[in-house]
């Protein structure tokens, strides 16, 4: 039985009570007139008279509680209602949602058969594609497989510099070099290298551009270039053509560092483990610098060994190098082409041709050579810090002069190469000892007051460089490096064409150097040198002091000349 039905039951049960109850009471003043008219009613009158209102008690309390009842009932029953009335409102939403759904799902199924057949269409697409990347990536691959293989680098360096030196007028210019190359294994067998420089043409001892000419572009030349054949089968032997870095163990005291030779380089190399040695390295090398239609050839013929030992924190390799010089005489006759003079001459028969070649080093002076008949200057000597070796002079029968050197050249230069690690890994322990004897040299006379004095052989150089730390050679962060050097270079131990351009004079000098460098970032260099040295005898033929005139009288003592530079470089 539901709360509807018990409540129906309730309501006709409590009706029928209720009209039992009225009827009675409606009969009472009969009855109470029936009393005044007829004697007391019997005791048990009473007692049904009184279970009559308790019985009457007993139903106003059920109806109370019935009432109670009903209107809980109708709490329920409102309650009900309203549950009815949200159940309703959820199934329209439903409903509306389920419609939704269903519009949703259709463009769904649309969107998927769309979908499916753009698929396929991408697909068709995507495997075109990737049939075509694939053609691709072999290219890439292949491409790649080849400029894997090399290596590109450079560096750009900025340079302020000063000169002085007591009675000359200070010297102040800034400059520039930039280098870029790339070298790498051609195959596996070869290597080779393609490298560009700025720098005057016709002076190979410096890759500087001073910031002058009006603005003018600054020079780039083929700095190197050559072939290294280095087969795999045979990995101790190299066999280089070309321009290419020195390959032997040299210093400034003998060439300039900016100076990259041209020929042949044959080279054996072999690493060992016995006993204290390392490394034991012979090679020959072929280098011409004068190849002419009619005449000999000049050139460079000779031989090095050197040896890489250890014990225990030194490492020490020292190394001896031969070379003979054939033709030099070659580089006293030099046309003002090759040294670029930034002068001409008025006579269209002289090497000038009455044009300007350009920026260079120009003609260097030489003492006692007079210009040929008919021409406005003497001979253009190579040698882009001035010629100071010793020379003389013949004339032929047209009256025209010839320089020669008086003496031939035959380098013999030993090199001991010494690095002590001092338990600080960036601070090693550096010093170079070097000791260069021409063996060929003449005796050099002297003339004082129309007498002649043999001072004899001018052909010993020699000197040291003591550094600590590796900061220049290392791409390390704060590295750093401090040094000193000193050299003692006589008349003609050297060919002067070649000597440092940045010290006093190629030849006949005692020399100073101080340096620093420290490495800001990893690809960022700061240094700094202090050139100091003077001409070491102003009695000779051809010497500094007397072409710049920076002494009163032949024989006299030089002041000091002080070049200062500072670098900024930065390498890629």
Known sequence: ???????????????????????????????????????????????????????????????????????????????????????????TDAQQKASSIQAVTDQQQNAVAKLSTDVADVKTSVTNSVVATQDEQKKFSALESVFGRFRFGGDVRVRGENILQQGV????????????????????????????????????????ET?????????????????????KAVHWLSLTAGKFAFTWQRSSLTFDPDINPEGFDAKVSFDTHHGPIRNFTAQGMWLPFSEVTKGPDSYIAGGNTSV????????????????????????????????????????????????????????????????PSGLSFPP?????????????????????PTAHFLSKFLYSDFILNNQVKTGIARLPLNLVAEYEQNLNAASNPLTTTGVATSLGKQDKAYGFDFSLGQGITTQAKNEVQ???????????AILASWGESDQRAPTNILQNRIYGGW?????????????FGRTLNTGLENNAASINKTIPAAGAKEPLLKRQQFDLIYSF
Not at 170 to 193: P, T
Not at 380 to 400: E, H, L, Q, R
């Open 1 to 91: 039985m539901n709360s509807t039905s018990k409540f129906l039951l309730t309501a006709v049960s409590l009706a029928a009570l209720t009209a039992s109850a009225w009827a009675q009471t409606s009969n009472a003043p009969k009855r109470r007139r029936a009393v005044a008219a007829t004697p007391a009613p019997p005791a048990a009158t009473l007692a049904d008279v009184q279970a009559l209102k308790d019985a009457i008690a007993a139903q106003q309390q059920q109806i109370q509680q019935l009432t109670q009842q009903l209107q809980q009932n109708q709490q329920n029953w409102q309650q009900a209602q309203q549950l009815i009335q949200q159940s309703q409102s959820a199934a």
């Open 482 to 492: 401090v040094g000193y050097s000193w050299w003692r270079i006589e008349q003609d």
């Open 308 to 371: 890489r030992l250890q014990f225990g924190p030194w490492l020490m390799t020292p190394s001896y190098t031969v070379l003979n010089v054939h033709g030099a005489d070659a580089l006293l006759a030099a046309s003002a082409f090759a040294v670029q003079a930034n002068s001409t001459g008025s006579n269209s028969t002289n090497t000038n041709n009455g044009n300007t070649p350009g920026e260079g080093p120009g003609c260097a002076a030489i003492q006692n050579v007079p210009s």
């Open 380 to 400: 253009c000597p190579f040698s882009a810090n001035g010629m100071t070796n010793s020379t003389f002079v013949t004339v032929d029968s047209k009256g025209v």
């Open 211 to 231: 910031f002058t000419n009006f603005f003018d572009r600054k020079t780039i030349g083929l700095d190197r270039g050559y072939i290294t054949y280095n087969p």
């Open 519 to 531: 490495r800001l970032q990893k690809n960022v260099l700061a240094q700094y040198t202090m050139w």
């Open 169 to 208: 007028p200070d010297r102040n210019r800034a400059r520039v070099r930039a280098r870029f190359g790339v070298d790498g294994r051609l195959s596996d067998d070869f290597v080779g290298g393609i490298y560009i420089a700025t720098g005057s043409l016709g002076d190979p001892t410096t890759t500087n």
